[in-house]
């Protein structure tokens, strides 16, 4: 079955624009490398040499579908769209192809040099976590088939494919550890992972019921301290910056910290809930009580 129909073999016009979506990262990764230029200056780092421009978008974009899909089940439950759910297997293959084209690149980046190559892997801490991600994600993107989920049983696959929580936080701390200096994008992305994290404790404790409105502003509230804090013990440990110059940036809007824009993204979050609450879920849950009734 193509990654653009349904179960039913029938074009999905949602599935084929999420599908040409995933594509375009990978095609301008592409068109880097091939045209031998780089991204405008501040885009990734003014860097001279196209092949590790293409490196580290694909980098990028490998930890921003990890999160997309991990990001599907809260906005299926919060927004009240359950064909978003259809969109999982697909973004997470996308997650684990881009890992892997990363790793590709890197060893194109090494001159082909595999042993080499295998010897970095086991000296150097930041690549050894993230060929485990790699391998972690494979193992993942193999089991994602309806046949293997047979095969497992429902309840076996299910805990296996939580390990896709480690993984992306390992994910992270690959990020985090080869961007150097400049953190700022690792942040936003760990800020984002600890309010998905947070969104599911919330609704385990909730009674597997989604968060209300203003359990979600909680939850922005906390992804965002937690994320400047995160800001100040990196720079504060990790550099000898300081933590103090940090915080005392927050409010310099001239730069905007990622901690604000994990909390911008969190209210956000929240007044989805509103609307989706007000406009259109008591629709679809009414349709639903009349199909079953009938």
Known sequence: MYPWCDRSGQLS???????????LPGLWAAFIWAAGKTPAPGALGANAMPVTAALQLVGLWS?????????????RRIGGWPRLVTLRRMLGVTAFAYVAIHFTLYIVQQNYRLLFVASEIALRIYLTIGFVALAGLAILALTSTDGAMRRLGGRKWQRLHYLVYPLTAIGLAHFFMQSKINVAEPLLMSGFFIWLMLYRLAYRWNGERSPNAWHLVVLAAVAAGVTLLGEAAWYEFATGIGARRILAASFDFR????FWWVLAAGVAVMLLK?????????????????????
């Open 63 to 75: 930890v921003r579908f990890l999160l997309i899909t991990l990001s599907v089940t809260p906005m």
């Open 274 to 294: 509103l609307v989706a609450d007000r406009l259109w879920s008591p629709h679809r849950a009414a349709a639903k009580r009349a199909t079953v009734a009938a």
């Open 13 to 23: 016009w949602l599935k084929l624009s999420v599908f040409i979506g995933v594509l």
């Open 255 to 258: 730069h905007v910290r990622p």
